[in-house]
């Protein structure tokens, strides 16, 4: 079965400017995680999405992120505008009951 | 809410040596656990589950964890290390709160092999 995809893998912008990752989760897993791994540190979460319902979005920095899951399937994660501690890798990640799936990621560095 | 410590942040271990990385979880009741892996510049895989059950899990590239409950700990080991096992390792503690899963990570442990 095919994985988790994200694009862009790489993505380099100045603070202010604005960005856009995608992520396509695999067939038929209904909840779908953006993940925010800095530097040396483990991923925190940043929302979660039931279908396309919004489960847990606590920890996303609403003035600057947003996140939609449009008909349930795939999911588009903004930042605008971006500030230097938002260099990181995004992950996104889907699920069946117990296992979540990552992808690559997508690496953002905010000059 | 679920924690999770991983109290070495980084290891280095000689080639065909085993090895242990620790992970102690927070959680109130009987909660999910995983470690993942991860290689520079690529995703999470998953590397061993534990649900319920034996608390010795073995999982994929020869890993084994054991779930201690009266240590609230959840210990990755490996017999004999491979130089290709150099990675990010990671514990996660999960759990289903109203319905929903929740998946917490340890700050990692970053492994490093010389031969």
């Known amino acids: 079965e095919a994985g988790v995809a994200q694009s862009p893998r790489y993505k380099i912008i100045e603070k202010r400017q604005s960005v856009a990752f995608w992520c396509n989760p695999i067939?038929?897993?209904?909840?779908l995680y953006w993940y925010q791994q800095i530097l040396g540190q483990g991923p925190k979460l940043l929302i979660q999405f039931q279908n396309n319902g919004v489960v847990d979005d606590s920890q996303l920095p609403k003035d600057r992120f947003s996140a939609e899951r449009l008909k349930g399937v795939d999911s588009t994660l903004k930042i605008q505008p971006a500030k230097l501690e938002d260099s990181a890798v995004y992950l996104c990640a889907s699920s069946r009951i117990g296992e979540l799936f990552f992808g690559e990621g997508s690496r953002l560095t905010v000059l | 809410a679920q924690s999770v410590t991983q109290p070495d942040i980084h290891i280095t271990v000689s080639e065909g040596a085993s090895l242990e990385l620790r992970c102690n979880y927070s959680?109130?009741?009987?909660?999910?656990l995983f470690w993942y892996v991860q290689s520079p510049g690529q995703g999470l895989q998953l590397l061993l589950k534990y649900f319920s059950g034996d608390t010795l899990v073995q999982g994929i590239k020869g890993f084994e964890a054991e779930f201690k409950r009266s240590q609230s700990s959840f210990n990755l080991r490996k017999p004999s290390v491979h130089w290709s096992d150099a990675a990010e390792y990671f514990c996660a503690v999960g759990a289903v709160i109203f319905g929903n899963e929740k998946l917490t990570f340890g700050t990692g442990t970053r492994l490093t092999i010389i031969p």
């Open positions: 067939s038929g897993h209904a909840t």
């Open positions: 959680y109130g009741a009987t909660p999910y």
